[in-house]
T-cell receptor
């Protein structure tokens, strides 16, 4: 079956640097993508989403890029802060199908 | 944060005992979901509901049942808990009619340990 995955299981960055977290998906029919942040002991928290008719979407300090040609999704966090330390995972969805989730990347921000 | 609570937040039980987890929402969203989260795996869907008394199975439904008698409450029951059901369980909600392409918001989770 098709799956959602991540390129890197861990990412360590210096405070103030930009972070890039990647996600590969294999279902070319997926039309909706979400990034979640999960802190230890808490539920996943919605960060940003993007639909397949867009290539880029920006939020507060975060940008999601979608490359449908290579089926790749990335989350960029600007000026990473210690509070950004968490597990980030992507989710993808094809209409009328279950949402599918990646296992996650752990982001560690060094002071 | 979306108004979602789960109870209990932690539970330890023994193999063979029944367990019920509760999800309560104050958002009046139509769709509710139960997921489990295990190390090395993404969230996996157990069951979902698309309205009062309307439920369906997800990817990993064996050994679980659900009920939804009110819009705000979605119950997950393990009829006879097994050690393989040790996990963290998350409830999620979404509102859109086109729920499969809509944001899901998650509760804080329930950590269940089956000895």
């Amino acid at each position: 079956g098709e799956s959602v995955g991540l390129h890197l299981p861990t990412l360590s960055v210096q405070e103030g640097d930009n972070s890039i977290i990647n996600c590969a998906y294999s279902n070319s029919a997926s039309d909706y993508f979400i990034w979640y942040k999960q802190e230890s002991g808490k539920g996943p928290q919605f960060i940003i989403d993007i639909r397949s008719n867009m290539d880029k979407r920006q939020g507060q300090r975060v940008t999601v890029l979608l490359n449908k040609t290579v089926k790749h999704l990335s989350l960029q966090i600007a000026a990473t802060q210690p509070g950004d330390s968490a597990v980030y995972f992507c989710a993808e969805n094809e209409y009328n199908n279950d949402m599918r989730f990646g296992a996650g990347t752990r982001l560690t921000v060094k002071p | 944060d979306a108004g979602i609570t789960q109870s209990p937040r932690h539970k330890v039980t023994e193999t063979g005992t029944p367990v019920t987890l509760r999800c309560h929402q104050t958002e009046n969203h139509r769709y509710m979901y139960w997921y489990r989260q295990d190390p090395g795996h993404g969230l996996r869907l157990i069951h979902y509901s698309y309205g009062v008394k309307d439920t369906d199975k997800g990817e990993v439904s064996d050994g679980y049942s659900v009920s939804r008698s009110k819009t705000e409450d979605f119950l997950l029951t393990l009829e006879s808990a097994t050690s393989s059901q040790t996990s963290v369980y998350f409830c999620a909600i979404s509102e859109d009619e086109r729920a499969w392409a809509d944001t899901q918001y998650f509760g804080p989770g329930t950590r269940l340990t089956v000895l």
